[in-house]
């Protein structure tokens, strides 16, 4: 009895030492990581994707190293070249290249977030702002954007850090600089007005002078036209009356002129009549 036991309970014991053995002998690396190998708890080469992987029992442990998209959002604070304050609020999407999970695991470790990625953010945001006025900042936010997401990419990219999204998404000063910046558009504002209505009166009086102007040629042309017209008219009436005139001098024969002067006779004869010889003739008629 105490012989079964013993081989019994031998036989279960190594069953159970092969089944630990089998467990510790495969790992699993979940999609979106890669496994890294560590040989006595110090970190190799070696990487393995994800999936199922054999390991060597008690002597090798993989540490899961995550390749999938994250998220930071990082407040970061700097001095414009004309020496004003700046706050900014930086969003980032980015991931680990996969083949370079060994070698972030083995110098710096998990923590990678807070020990390269954050830093180069501030760093760059601090180096780009130097650069520009604050005005600038604000006429150039586009080109300040991209120029401090090139300079952390830059400055994270060796480690195989990858920015896949950059996002300034706010950056404020103080409020004295606002307060500035805004009567100065107050006054941009006042002075944009002013001329407008300047012009506008300018263009009034132009177009007044020009309606004037108008008026007074439209006025001198209807006068000459008048003028024209009554020159002609006056032209045509000459010519009908001396067109008359010839025409009644033509039909004025001998004939009917005698006819005429007997027309208008009264019958009486002159008492004197005066010639060429200058005698006197007395009428006789009683």
Known sequence: MDKSFKIAFGVCATILLVIILICTSITSVPVGHTGVVLRFGSTTSETLDDGWHFKIPFVEDVVDISNKVMKTDVAAASISRDLQAISSNISINYHLAAENSGEIYKNVGLTYEDTLLQPAIQEAVKAVMARYSAEELITNRSVVSSEISEEICTKVGAYGIIIDEFNLTNFSFSEE???????????????????????????????????????????AEATRVKAEADAEATRIKAEAEAEANKKVAQSLTDEVIEYEKIKTWDGVQPSVVAGESSAIVVDGTN
């Open 177 to 219: 600089f606002d307060a500035a910046i805004e009567a100065k558009q107050i006054a941009e504002q006042d002075k944009i007005k002013a001329a407008t209505e300047k012009e506008k009166k300018t263009i009034e009086a132009e177009a007044a002078a020009a309606e004037k102007t108008i008026a007074a040629e439209a006025d």
